[in-house]
């Protein structure tokens, strides 16, 4: 007991220090988006949100940004609903040799380099004409968001008592009530985290869409990546800030409805 004190200390130390050395680079944006030069130079010398009214004057910005949304909102409803989906029945598998080749394949996407994947996926979609289209980028993120809601419900199917499914059914309840009514609700945490997981995949994926974009459709992060390669003034860091805000935001937000719904049940 009296190493307890001490040991929890140096737990939180290290852990304050870790945070520190993976937030120290990304916090530098932010300052940099509000430099009154036009160049990347830090520490800025003076200030100004010049940079901030570029991005939004810029219809070239604003609508990567507006794809970029839409197609995370729409990645992380079809994400959500098959990785949920998939999630549940793979528990139902367990027992089955098939059920870890299939999670396997399910997960594949997170271990595959983004490189052959996006090659792969480049090749299927010129030959189906989905290249720059809405549908070939939701199709092509979905694949990479869906192993994230795959691995978070699973987790919280960890903790779900069957018998609650089993006592559902003894009372008439069909299969498509009993999971609506009664498993739905418990693992709804893993499954809000899995929806928060698969919008930042989609919102900040930047590789698989550099393949499959076209001139009439792009989204925030291949349009940043484009103004990196041409020219390096400060808008691309204003536009890196409203990324780290809304993605902390939405995590936020989701974290608290969790939390909130934990102390309900």
Do not use: C
Request: proline fraction near 5%; avoid cysteine.
């Amino acid at each position: 007991m009296r190493h307890s004190v001490p040991t929890r200390s140096i737990l939180w130390a290290y852990t304050g220090l870790v945070a520190f050395v993976l937030i120290a680079p990304t916090a530098v944006v932010i300052p940099l988006s509000f430099t009154d030069k036009a160049s990347l130079n830090f520490p800025p010398s003076g200030w100004s949100l010049r940079w901030y009214g570029n991005f939004f004057s810029d219809p070239a910005w604003t609508s990567a940004f507006g794809n970029s949304v839409l197609i995370a909102v729409v990645v992380a409803v079809a994400a959500t609903a098959t990785g949920t989906a998939a999630s549940v029945g793979l528990q139902r598998w367990t027992r089955r040799r098939a059920a870890k080749s299939t999670q396997a394949l399910l997960l594949a996407p997170i271990v595959v380099p983004s490189i052959i994947l996006a090659i792969g996926v480049y090749a299927i979609f010129l030959r189906l004409h989905l290249l720059g289209t809405l549908t070939g980028f939701v199709l092509a993120h979905t694949v990479l968001a869906v192993p994230f809601v795959v691995v978070s419900v699973t987790a919280a199917l960890a903790g779900y008592d069957g018998r609650l499914t089993t006592a559902a059914s003894s009372l008439g309840a069909g299969r498509w009530t009993a999971f609506r009514r009664v498993m739905l609700p418990l693992i709804m945490p893993g499954v809000v985290s899995g929806a928060l997981f698969a919008f930042v995949t989609s919102f900040d994926e930047v590789v698989l869409s550099i393949f499959i974009k076209s001139p009439y459709l792009e989204t925030l992060p291949v349009k940043m990546y484009a103004s990196v390669t041409r020219d390096t003034d400060p808008t691309i860091a204003a536009a890196a800030t409203m990324i780290m805000l809304l993605t902390t935001a939405i995590i936020a937000v989701g974290l608290l409805s969790i939390r909130r719904r934990k102390r309900v049940q």
